[in-house]
């Protein structure tokens, strides 16, 4: 399963793009309108792009009376997105999308890496929301709350029926003359190929620890990418930095997934799930085990 | 719109900047002032150029090699392929009966492309220095001041005015060219309206430039300004 990753498409401005996925995820709704933040929004770094849009969107009441209605029209599973400062936010964000059967699933932007404790805040997020919803839940963590198999844990426990790993991690990009930020806003989200291997631990983890559905994020350009994320646990993948190069890349992923996995063994890549991990669940890799251990195994 | 993977016929030096010619397979190459986004081998994002002139089977993009992705364009070698993505945005309404180019430094690139649909109109051109000034070249009855003066200061009323530079010179034009078009331009990670990272004001909120523009009215954007300041 393919989705693309929130803010990273316009189903309304590439409806084309937006059926080539088995479902699309809008950019994050607040319960208020927000303007974003001022330009500059974006600068490419070496290995990724950092981005500082500020969660630009026309708020709760507009999206769903005019926005979604449209997105219905396009026929593909519609994941909404939403966010907020308070658990308070996300109940209200999620009653008001609940009764409304164009909306496939919720997908709650938990990444604000400002709170204490984020496994309690993430904890009380989707206790808020589980109660305000009966609609598939996904919470989208972020690696900047450090462990973050414990915060996908605290989702689990919460109620969250899913996890979408990861949100992008802080970067900063320096203008080559002057050394000044080139973002606004100083520092941003660091998404792409950099964030690669980060997710792929982050997924692993949590595949561990919660078994929840994942899906996978964090610098997917290819079919390998897609199978390693599936290996390490994901159940679906979604794509973001390299849909804005490559409009055409949820089928050339797909065809590749399905390349790779073959190739690899698998019968079709829904196979691969897990495929990183050792089936005794053991989480250390061949070479730590003693001969003991790898001679049972 | 398309992406393909298109050859890359030549690549000329033109003053400090390159012209890039790709071969143009199927693609349409638009209307004067869009875009397309070219994928600078090894980098993340793609980056817009608009078309600066569309000879048959060619596409040419002329690009000024300041950052880590246009220095890599402009060191394409014959046979290279890059992929290609448009025409995107808006470009230039040509449906004016005086038309003058106005354009400053690299702002001069969709002007041989605007001046051919327009039937070679008066341009005025603007460059930092005579080298720069060398891809006046490219655009047929150009006036051509280099600083300390600017086309600014040569401006005369009476003329439909279609402006591509930088943005003090944008904004001077506009002051006093109200109903002039001005294509701008913004850093864009995507040019089909999926980043919101092209965000400038427009009529007093922040809109996408790819799809709002990047060609719009002086006083969607001056006025719109000047208002809210």
């Known amino acids: 399963m393919i989705l693309n990753a929130s803010g990273c498409l316009d189903a309304l401005e590439a409806p084309g793009v937006t059926r080539t996925l088995d479902a699309f995820v809008t950019k994050t709704v607040t319960p208020l309108p927000r303007r974003g933040n001022a330009p500059v929004r974006i600068a490419e770094a070496d290995c990724g792009m950092l981005n500082s849009i500020g969660l630009a969107n026309p708020g709760i009441d507009a999206f769903v009376n005019r926005t979604l209605p449209q997105l219905a029209t396009l026929d593909v599973p519609v994941w909404v997105s939403v966010g907020g400062f308070t658990a308070d936010d996300y109940a209200l964000l999620c009653r008001r999308l609940d009764g409304l059967p164009d909306v496939a699933a919720i997908e709650l932007n938990v990444s604000c890496p400002n709170v204490a404790s984020p496994a309690e805040a993430t904890e009380e997020i989707v206790v808020a929301s589980r109660a305000a919803t009966t609609k598939p839940l996904y919470t989208k963590l972020s690696p900047a709350v450090g462990e973050i198999a414990a915060a996908a844990e605290a989702a689990a426990a919460a109620g969250s029926d899913g996890l979408s790993l990861m949100n992008t991690l802080r970067g900063l990009v320096l203008e080559a003359g002057t050394l000044r930020p080139v973002l606004s806003t100083a520092s941003g989200g660091l998404s792409g190929p950099a964030l690669r291997p980060v997710a792929l631990a982050a997924v692993y983890a949590c595949y561990r620890t919660t078994g929840l559905p994942i899906v996978g994020m964090g610098g997917v350009e290819t079919g390998r990418h897609a199978v390693e994320f599936l290996a390490a646990g994901a159940s679906a993948v979604a794509l973001g930095t390299i849909l804005f190069r490559d409009p055409g890349a949820p089928v050339r992923v797909r065809r590749e997934l399905e390349q790779e996995a073959r190739s690899l063994g698998y019968a079709n890549p829904g196979a691969v799930r ?24 | 719109m398309r992406r393909e ?3 890359v016929v030549a690549v000329e030096p033109l003053g400090p900047y390159a012209l890039v010619r790709v071969a143009r397979g199927g693609l349409d190459p638009g209307t004067p002032g869009q875009f397309f986004m070219l994928s600078p081998p090894g980098r993340v994002l793609a980056r817009p150029m608009s078309v600066c002139l569309a000879p048959p089977g060619e596409l040419w993009f002329l690009v000024n090699p300041v950052g880590s992705g246009t220095r890599v364009l402009a060191r394409l070698a014959v046979g290279d392929r890059i992929d290609v993505f448009g025409p995107l945005g808006n470009g230039f309404r040509l449906d004016v009966r005086r038309p003058l180019l106005v354009g400053g430094g690299i702002g001069v690139a969709p002007f041989p492309f605007l001046s051919e649909r327009l039937g070679r109109p008066p341009a005025l051109l603007g460059f930092r220095s005579a080298r720069h000034a060398e891809a006046a070249a490219l655009v047929p009855n150009a006036e051509v001041v280099v600083e300390p003066t600017f086309v600014t200061q040569q401006l005369t009323p009476g003329h439909d005015v279609l402006a591509c530079g930088p943005e003090p010179m944008l904004r001077a034009v506009g002051e006093r060219a109200p109903a002039a078009q001005l294509a701008w331009e913004a850093p864009m990670a995507c040019g089909y309206g999926a980043c919101y990272g092209c ?31």
Do not use: F, N, Y
Request: glycine share 8%; hydrophobic share 40%.
């Open chain 2, 5 to 7: 993977a298109r050859s």
């Open chain 1, 274 to 297: 897990g495929a990183a991990h050792d089936s005794t669940g053991e989480s250390l890799p061949p070479w730590t085990k003693s001969p003991a251990k790898l001679a049972q195994s």
């Open chain 2, 199 to 229: 965000a400038v004001e427009i009529r007093g909120e922040l809109r996408r430039l790819c799809v709002d523009g990047p060609v719009l009215r002086a006083d969607e954007v001056v006025g719109a300004a000047r208002e809210a300041a």
